[in-house]
């Protein structure tokens, strides 16, 4: 038994453990899918500022997408002869001074060094003579991008396989520089000052608004911020200022090769994937933790079943090896006593009548044992005959304390009954209450050592009527109350060891009551005694008045009185 037990632990403890292996991992798939989730939208994302940079670097070269179909020579010899450019290419300028990203266009020959010297020419394109003409006064941001873009061409001009370079001053100018590459010479820097404000609001601004979106739909906020000047150009979504104490900044994008103090940031708020994949983990949490308490539940059930199932046995065990033992003891005694009568060896009257009690009384133990027996597999067997009929219990309880009262005094017990007046009338088995109070009033007298009493009363309490019986007796521990109406069950202290008896006693008061529509109820005190309260549903519902016409003629004589010579 004690090796079954411990493979019982033993399972009980491995189901605990695949259960929380499980679990952890079904939680750790589950989150790491989320993160998975977010990272592809984050990805997604950052794949769209991408995308969005080399949209705004479109806009700048779009004038200038045939430049490399261009022969760089011919232009050279068109400058030397006519100080212009040829009229393919003029068209070219054309359509830049045309476009409003563009404030004018200033060009640079390589044999010219205006910024540095106020005698050497600077050309201005006019748009209206479609021509180039001189210029005194240079601004200053156009000699900016004139010595960026020249500085960059000549450090790369050696391996260089283009016929011109892009270059920008931040987001002040763009320059062009126009390379032969036969002679690997630089014959000029064309510079294409940049309109900031209609960059950052017809052009930036406008496409992000269409790129991203607003944010409570997109989940994603961009701001152009100039980090030299720690300035926010434009945003997304106005409705959210930069602030990175509030807003974490998950992505930064630069634009390639151009706008270098500009930067693109975008802080990843809630996307409506993202959103989606919280309520599914949301829901997959729930769902799973519903699923590990039921199998918990469902583990532990079964364990504390099975140890129920293994103390029942137990205790059947033990009922069996003490029943028969008891049942052995009063045909011992009843055969004995007849073997000498039956011998002739008995002729004192005295003596004889003594052998007489002593067999009739244990044939009696006997048969009160049998019919406990009998009780509980009708019980089980759920052959119970139930013969209800409506009664009034002041009547039916009256008798029985009447007729029980001189054995239950004989026993040293003071007894008192009580009762409410007009009580309603209950559907009962008479038979099955005359079981049930016998039975309460049995226990009571077993485990009274000090004070003896026992008290008994009917009472009302709503649409119940309730008899509840007391004594001051040993009482028992609260734990063990909830057990006591199991078969088989006997609380274990020094007093039920001296005690005889089987565990089936409260056990068949308890399915008697539910058998006829009550229920049964305990409050006990260790040392102070025990009230055991049975109640049985009032026939007709409000009813408050006992009514004589309703309980039937014979209910006297149906009350069966109880033989003190039968009661043990």
């Known amino acids: 038994m004690r090796k079954r037990n411990s493979v019982r632990w033993l399972f009980l403890s491995l189901g605990i453990v695949a259960v929380l292996a499980l679990t952890v991992m079904n939680i750790y798939s589950l989150y790491a899918l989320r993160e998975s989730t977010i990272e592809s939208a984050k990805d997604n994302k950052k794949s769209q500022l991408d995308e969005f940079t080399f949209q705004v670097r479109h806009q700048f070269g779009g004038p200038f997408r045939e430049l490399r179909k261009l022969d760089i020579e011919k232009l050279e010899n068109s400058w030397s002869v006519s100080g212009n450019f040829p009229a ?59 010595g960026i873009s020249n500085s960059r061409v000549k450090a790369l001009i ?41 960059l950052i609001n017809e052009v930036i601004a406008k496409k992000l608004k269409e790129q991203f979106g607003p944010t409570d739909k997109t989940g994603l906020v961009v701001w152009l911020r100039d980090w030299i000047q720690d300035d926010i150009l434009s945003s997304s979504d106005e409705q959210y200022t930069y602030n990175r104490d509030v807003y974490e900044i ?17 802080s990843f708020l809630q996307s ?34 099975a140890q129920r199932e293994r103390e029942l046995a137990q205790r059947q065990a033990g009922f069996l090896a003490n029943i028969t033992h008891e049942l052995k003891t009063p045909l011992a005694v009843m055969q004995a006593a007849g073997e000498n009568i039956s011998d002739g060896r008995v002729k004192d009257g005295q003596r004889l009548k003594s052998y007489g009690e002593h067999i009739y009384n244990e044939s009696v133990r006997l048969r009160k044992m049998i019919e406990k027996l009998l009780d509980v597999a009708k019980v089980d067997s759920g052959q119970t005959v139930l013969e209800q009929a409506p009664y009034q219990l002041e009547a039916l309880v009256a008798d029985f304390a009447k007729s029980n009262k001189q054995y239950i005094q004989s026993k ?157």
Not at 531 to 545: E, I
Request: net charge negative.
């Open 412 to 568: 040293g017990f003071d007894f008192n009954f009580d009762s409410d007046s007009n009580l309603p009338l209950v559907m009962i088995d008479p038979d099955h209450l005359e079981t049930i109070l016998n039975n309460l009033i049995e226990n009571a007298i077993k485990y009274s050592s000090d004070t003896k009493q026992i008290d008994i009363q009917l009472t009302k309490s709503n649409d119940n009527v309730e008899i509840s019986v007391a004594d001051k007796g040993d009482g028992m521990a609260k734990k063990v109350q909830k057990l006591i109406f199991e078969k088989f069950y006997r609380v274990e202290n020094s007093l039920t060891a001296k005690t005889k008896g089987h565990g089936l006693g409260l056990a068949i008061v308890k399915n008697i009551v539910e058998l006829n529509g009550g229920t049964i109820s305990v409050e006990s005190t260790e040392g102070k005694g025990s009230v055991f309260t049975v109640s049985f549903p009032a026939l007709f519902k409000g009813q408050d008045q006992y009514d004589p016409s309703l309980v039937p003629q014979s209910t006297d004589s149906e009350i069966k009185n109880i033989d003190s010579k039968q009661y043990v």
């Open 158 to 198: 050696d391996e260089y396989r283009f016929n011109n370079k892009v270059t920008f001053d931040a987001h002040r100018s763009m320059n062009l520089a126009l390379i032969n590459l036969d002679d690997r010479v630089v014959i000029g820097h064309l510079n294409f000052t940049i309109n900031r404000e209609y």
């Open 88 to 146: 393919h290419f003029i068209e070219v300028l054309g359509k830049a001074s045309e476009d409003p990203l563009y404030d004018d266009i200033y060009y640079n020959p390589s044999d010219s060094d205006a910024c540095y010297d106020e005698t050497q020419p600077l050309y201005k394109f006019n748009p209206d003579l479609k021509m180039f003409t001189m210029v005194n006064e240079v601004p200053d941001l156009v000699c900016d991008g004139f």
């Open 272 to 305: 409506p994937t993202v959103s989606a994949t919280n309520a599914s983990l949301t829901r997959n949490l729930i769902v799973l933790g519903f699923a590990v308490i039921v199998l918990f539940g469902a583990l532990v059930f079964m364990f504390i079943n």
């Open 250 to 266: 998950d992505m930064r994008q630069r634009f390639p090769e151009m706008l270098e103090n500009w930067i693109l940031h975008a």
